[in-house]
């Protein structure tokens, strides 16, 4: 018998495996060996959510570093166990899909669901954003294009507020609590498919589905349009490789038309692509270079799909979004090319701020070129095999694809992150295939000990780089008190001004209200340089006073974190609360100990 299962040429699937040396040699111990991990399975859960409920710390506490400066011991313990539990199950028991689907649910849980058992509210200001443009569909049953730019992309929006005035709920914010793990749920379905088009060893499906979660730090899967628009990406894309993955793939060479192909999957994939144009701005155009990357070294891809796409992308933009692009064109125009700006926004612009969290971004970066510099071993071990393995081109391109969506757009200095998390799939399970390549058979000492500590590296550095802000990121019931203040005592068309933009505000009455962000206005850096806040204070009073109505003022916890945390003037906020208090112009109406809420007083 040969050494090595045989190996298609080119990027076709190898045959199927036979049972390593490591694996029980009985269906008895193959039971023994299951009950054993499902056992530690079981007693992560107990020591990982039972540290966790148990919690009685004070998050307000939490250092520049994050989450991890306040979590308890048992969650740690918990990573470790969950971690070997996995790694056995993938040494001994790879084809046990219920116990490796078990520990990859439970380290979303553990990933995602962590703020949700220890934080009283959601997390995100802009998940409170989305949470108050959700209440305005199911209260009016529509959402204006002319309000903001997420009228003119509506779609995600429509469909949560149409599902929620259905159930009869009238706030989503308890479903935002844990969006980020029914996001993260939800794509391992098309990424199981996705895997399963071009790998046939299950170790390394499974071990670059955990790589793909142990790296998604980015913070792209809360309740968002781009949660919900990645899922369609991913699955568009796992449909239309695992539809043709018992297909030759070649370069195309004068090959005849594809158009024979599968029509229920051409179909669902046009459903999925066009159903992302209303919902997303950018996750439509990463599907049109992926597609397109796809049709030039595949031939199974339409030509005619990522031109249909494109198509429908500027349809959308000339009929529908014309209320944006109508005052944002000349911005948006102004970044196609700028690539040097786009990454100097995203990348040089955001390690700034105190020694906490220059270290949480220089580990967001390190997490990710690591990931990077993994793919490529992984890359140039199939490439050495001599024939046994193979770089699957599709992959390859999915890879590079994201690369191109700096020259278009910097997206407000997020087109990188968002541009990692589009390349993570593919990325993972080439570095998957360091460890696992197609023709492995047995599973020596140095790759399992290699595998375990890559894997807590990874998971270590996701509780910096994931929950590196999380003292900003973070809110307290006392916080969202103060905005409910707001919004018992406010009449329609009053002004709710906020001392920086990270608050828990908007998440209901959206379109009544008119909006300030205090340290965005002009004056703002010179008093808080001077420590005189009188103008500015003048400037803002008689700003809230346009109105006829009583406007208000609402300072929090949260905003005088952010600004620290960020190197953005640290004491400003502090100092502009203290003269809110001493100043004529407001009156302060409502006060606990992480917010306080000032009426702006009418001149007489």
């Given at each position: 018998m040969a050494e090595h299962p045989t190996v298609v040429a080119d990027i076709g699937r190898p045959t199927a495996l036979t049972a390593p040396e490591l694996d029980p040699s009985s269906r008895s111990s193959e039971l023994r060996v299951a009950a054993l991990i499902g056992t530690g399975?079981?007693?992560?859960?107990?020591?990982?959510?039972?540290?966790?409920?148990?919690?009685?710390?004070?998050?307000?506490?939490?250092?520049?570093?994050?989450?991890?400066?306040?979590?308890p011991v048992g969650a740690f313990i918990g990573v470790g166990l969950l971690t070997m539990s996995f790694c056995l199950t993938l040494w001994w028991l790879p084809t046990s899909n219920v116990l490796l689907t078990a520990h990859v649910t439970a380290l979303i849980v553990m990933l995602f669901g962590t703020p949700a058992v220890l934080e009283e509210v959601p997390r995100f200001n802009i998940s409170w954003r989305h949470a108050g443009i959700v209440e305005l569909v199911a209260r009016e049953g529509t959402l204006r294009p002319d309000l903001d730019?997420?009228?003119?992309?509506?779609?995600?929006?429509?469909?949560?507020?149409?599902?929620?005035?259905?159930a009869g709920v009238s706030?989503?914010?308890g479903f935002a609590e844990w969006a980020s793990v029914v996001f993260n749920a939800l794509y391992l379905g098309p990424l199981l498919l996705l895997y399963r088009s071009v790998a046939v060893n299950p170790r390394t499906i499974w071990l670059a589905i955990?790589?793909?979660?142990?790296?998604?730090?980015?913070?792209?899967?809360?309740?968002?349009?781009?949660?919900?628009?990645?899922?369609?990406?991913?699955?568009?894309?796992?449909?239309?490789?695992?539809?043709?993955?018992?297909?030759?793939?070649?370069?195309?060479?004068?090959?005849?038309s594809p158009w024979g192909a599968s029509v229920a999957c051409i179909t669902l994939v046009i459903l999925f692509a066009a159903a992302s144009v209303p919902t997303?701005?950018?996750?439509?155009?990463?599907?049109?270079?992926?597609?397109?990357?796809?049709?030039?070294?595949?031939?199974?891809?339409?030509?005619?799909?990522?031109?249909?796409?494109?198509?429908?992308?500027?349809a959308w933009a000339v009929f529908m979004a014309t209320p944006y692009l109508d005052g944002h064109l000349p911005e948006v125009i102004s970044d196609v090319g700028r690539v040097g700006s786009s990454v100097e926004e995203g990348v040089s612009a955001r390690v700034a701020g105190s020694e906490g969290h220059l270290f949480v971004v220089r580990t967001r970066l390190a997490l990710s070129c690591v990931i990077v510099l993994l793919a490529l071993a992984g890359c140039a071990r199939l490439l050495a095999s001599?024939?046994?393995?193979?770089?699957?081109?599709?992959?390859?391109?999915?890879?590079?694809?994201?690369?191109?969506?700096?020259?278009?757009?910097?997206?407000?200095?997020?087109?990188?992150?968002?541009?990692?998390?589009?390349?993570?799939?593919?990325?993972?399970?080439?570095?998957?295939?360091?460890?696992?390549?197609?023709?492995?058979?047995?599973?020596?000492?140095?790759?399992?000990?290699?595998?375990?500590?890559?894997?807590l590296f990874l998971l270590a550095a996701f509780g910096f780089a994931r929950y590196g802000n999380e003292r900003a990121e973070f809110f307290t019931r006392d916080e969202v008190r103060a905005f409910e203040y707001f919004y018992d005592h406010a009449s329609p068309n009053s002004v709710l001004a906020v001392a920086a933009s990270n608050a828990p505000w908007k998440f209901e009455q959206y379109e009544l209200h008119q909006y300030v962000v205090a340290n965005q206005l002009d004056g703002w850096d010179e008093a808080a340089e001077s420590e005189n806040w009188d103008d500015f204070l003048a400037d803002l009073a008689a700003r809230m006073n346009k109105v006829d109505t009583t406007s208000y003022l609402v300072i929090t916890r949260s905003a005088k974190a952010g600004t620290e945390l960020v190197g953005d003037r640290p004491g400003a906020v502090e100092a502009f609360e203290r003269a809110v208090r001493r100043s004529n112009l407001f009156l302060v109406v409502f006060s606990n100990s992480d917010a306080l809420v000032a009426a702006a007083r009418k001149s007489s």
């Open positions: 399975l079981i007693l992560w859960i107990v020591i990982w959510l039972g540290s966790l409920l148990q919690f009685e710390g004070d998050l307000r506490s939490m250092s520049d570093l994050g989450l991890v400066s306040v979590l730019v997420y009228g003119n992309w509506p779609g995600f929006f429509l469909i949560v507020g149409f599902l929620s005035r259905a706030n989503v914010l955990w790589i793909f979660y142990a790296a998604n730090w980015i913070a792209q899967d809360y309740l968002a349009p781009q949660a919900f628009g990645y899922l369609l990406y991913l699955t568009s894309l796992a449909l239309l490789l695992h539809t043709y993955s018992g297909r030759a793939r070649t370069w195309r060479r004068h090959q005849a997303h701005q950018l996750t439509p155009v990463q599907l049109t270079i992926s597609l397109a990357g796809l049709a030039l070294v595949w031939r199974e891809v339409p030509r005619a799909l990522p031109i249909f796409l494109a198509c429908s992308i500027a001599g024939g046994r393995g193979a770089v699957d081109r599709r992959l390859f391109v999915l890879a590079l694809a994201p690369a191109v969506l700096p020259a278009i757009q910097s997206y407000g200095g997020e087109v990188g992150l968002r541009a990692f998390f589009f390349a993570l799939p593919p990325l993972a399970y080439f570095a998957a295939n360091l460890f696992h390549p197609p023709w492995t058979r047995r599973i020596s000492l140095s790759v399992a000990s290699a595998t375990v500590l890559v894997l």
